[in-house]
Nanobody
Framework: QVQLVESGGGLVQAGGSLRLSCAGS????????MGWFRQAPGKEREFVAY????????YYTDSVKGRFTISRDNAKNTVYLQMNSLKPEDTAVYYC???????????????????WGQGTQVTVSS
């Protein structure tokens, strides 16, 4: 079992920065590949960023490349999402998720993940 708790969201002006944290519990956390997703009002949940259990090979959706950085500290059971140069279109609830240990799909598909946090709100004002 993996439990995930996000924090670090808030209200920020366009061009500002936020760092989201996802604290995981459970002895298998450090073996899990992790993703960040977001859901804006009236829209479907979408992939944002992905990191393997070792911290290598991050992937990003095109709209955040060069602005967002995903990282993790397995000693602290925490995954981070550093968000810089924020835009109003980044406004959403952000979720972290743990990818299934046995997966056959691709890292950006929601069905690849079996544990989700409760989400943290990010609001970017113009």
């Amino acid at each position: 079992q993996v439990q995930l708790v996000e924090s670090g969201g808030g209200l920020v002006q366009a061009g500002g920065s936020l760092r989201l944290s996802c604290a995981g519990s459970g002895r298998t956390f450090s073996n899990r590949n992790m993703g960040w997703f977001r859901q804006a009002p009236g829209k479907e949940r979408e992939f944002v960023a992905y990191i393997t259990w070792s911290g290598s090979t991050p992937y990003y959706t095109d709209s955040v490349k060069g602005r967002f950085t995903i990282s993790r500290d397995n000693a602290k059971n925490t995954v981070y999402l550093q968000m810089n140069s924020l835009k109003p279109e980044d406004t959403a609830v952000y979720y972290c998720a743990a990818r299934r240990r046995s997966s056959s799909g691709t890292y950006y598909e929601l069905t690849e993940y079996d544990y989700w946090g409760q989400g943290t709100q990010v609001t970017v004002s113009s």
